[in-house]
């Protein structure tokens, strides 16, 4: 122990934590006259250190803990192997870098990961539970992305185990409170829900590097308590171009009947699958006005299926996006009637899919632009991932 900190191994199984080995202990203590105060801080901090992070069993926890006896952070024995691969250190390296982390405050295997440029991913096994009578019950994983200076967008995968009990996941600022009583959180970035065996995906793009908070907990549908698994992996991917920093016009009348842009994608079935980043302009009521992206899906001459996932942007602009045949005029004003399939109204931070089935190779036409209900010239970002899937 220094001024700074209190480095400690622990043998889980003298703090009472493996079931089998509590009556042979206790009875080799009371053999051997040896008395074990729990109530001691110290003794509490290491107690409490066993019940924090993924809930894997570990025969022996290396715990850091401040002189004022909080928990600092938590590293197990039966990890050590893999955190060390994961991020290419030697024991050694790794030790210390585990130690000047929990000092720097970053609770390292206190549930909480930190993302940067050279490790942007990271997965978490946990649990969660269906919270007690009219009290949320969280589990909750700290996500620390300031390294993307820049910012980025966050992309959490997420897949909950075969147990009974329905999840609920929220993503918070990270210096949000949560709240512990009933009903969805009214201070939420966004969130997902799902079943049993479900898959789930947030994704949450941020303009600079911060701190957010992953709140997961059972839903208040079963009369009895459940606990069921849930896997988790976590990336930021860096932005890829600053969209917004170059002044774009305050509304249509600065530039009209100028579109934003025409990006063209080709996709065959060498690169079936591309994604492109770019923006879209609210037209005014009854109006167009498109982005355009042409796309060459001609080399699969059999036809396939057009899939088109679009997440939209943060700003305060919804997206409303129209598929078109190569030969479309695309309208100025009023419904596109000659769209192939539309989506509208897709809000902030929001995502949705077009499908199409085509028979035989083909060019179209893809229109992103602002919903009918936002101001118009308002600008908002949308990412699309454009693939076919052949007949």
């Known amino acids: 122990m220094n001024e700074n900190f209190i480095n400690i191994w622990v043998a889980n199984s003298e703090l009472g934590r493996i079931q089998s080995l509590r009556e042979p202990i206790a009875k080799r203590r009371e053999r051997e006259g040896k008395t074990y105060?729990?109530?001691?801080?110290?003794?509490?901090?290491?107690?409490?250190?066993?019940?924090?992070?993924?809930?894997?069993?570990?025969?022996?926890?290396?715990?850091?803990?401040?002189?004022?006896?909080?928990?600092?952070?938590?590293q197990m024995v039966n990890e050590l192997r893999e955190d060390c691969k994961r991020r290419g250190l030697s024991?050694?390296?790794?030790?210390?870098?585990?130690?000047?982390?929990?000092?720097?405050?970053?609770?390292?295997?206190?549930?909480?990961?930190?993302?940067?440029?050279?490790?942007?991913?990271?997965?978490?096994?946990?649990?969660?539970?269906?919270?007690?009578a009219d009290y949320q019950d969280w589990t909750v994983v700290t996500i620390d992305t300031t390294a993307f200076e820049k910012g980025?967008?966050?992309?959490?995968?997420?897949?909950?185990?075969?147990?009974?009990?329905?999840?609920?996941?929220?993503?918070?600022?990270?210096?949000?409170e949560l709240s512990t009583t009933e009903g969805a959180p009214k201070d939420m970035l966004t969130w997902v829900w799902g079943e049993p065996s479900d898959t789930r995906q947030i994704i949450y793009p941020f303009d600079r590097g911060q701190l957010f908070k992953l709140g997961v907990t059972g839903l208040w549908v079963k009369e009895e308590a459940c606990i069921n698994a849930f896997r988790t992996k976590i990336s930021v991917t860096e932005k890829e171009k600053e969209l917004l920093e170059e002044k774009r016009p305050e509304s249509n009348e600065d530039i009209p009947n100028v579109p934003l842009s025409e990006l063209n994608v080709l996709l065959d079935s060498v690169q079936s699958s591309q994604e492109i980043l770019d923006v879209f302009r609210a037209p005014g009521e009854g109006?167009?006005?498109?982005?355009?992206?042409?796309?060459?899906?001609?080399?699969?001459?059999?036809?396939?299926?057009?899939?088109?996932?679009?997440?939209?942007?943060?700003?305060?602009?919804?997206g409303s996006f129209d598929l078109f045949d190569s030969e479309s005029e695309l309208p100025t004003e009023g419904y596109p009637a000659n769209a192939l399939t539309s989506m509208w109204g897709i809000r902030p931070n929001q995502t949705g899919q077009i499908r199409h089935l085509f028979a035989r190779g083909n060019v179209f036409k893809f229109g992103a632009t602002g919903d009918w209900y936002g101001e118009k010239g308002r600008i908002n970002a949308f990412r699309a991932k454009i693939s076919v899937e052949e007949n």
């Open 287 to 318: 109006y167009q006005d498109y982005t355009i992206v042409n796309i060459d899906a001609t080399a699969f001459e059999g036809g396939g299926t057009l899939i088109i996932d679009v997440h939209v942007g943060s700003a305060d602009t919804s």
């Open 37 to 74: 105060d729990t109530n001691h801080p110290l003794v509490q901090a290491m107690i409490t250190g066993g019940k924090t992070g993924s809930k894997k069993g570990s025969p022996v926890d290396c715990l850091v803990i401040s002189p004022d006896f909080e928990l600092m952070g938590r």
């Open 152 to 176: 980025g967008t966050l992309t959490i995968d997420i897949e909950i185990g075969r147990e009974e009990g329905e999840a609920a996941f929220y993503l918070f600022d990270g210096d949000t």
């Open 91 to 132: 024991r050694r390296e790794y030790y210390l870098t585990f130690l000047k982390e929990a000092l720097e405050g970053k609770e390292p295997g206190l549930g909480n990961i930190v993302l940067t440029p050279e490790q942007p991913s990271q997965s978490v096994l946990d649990l969660f539970s269906t919270p007690k």
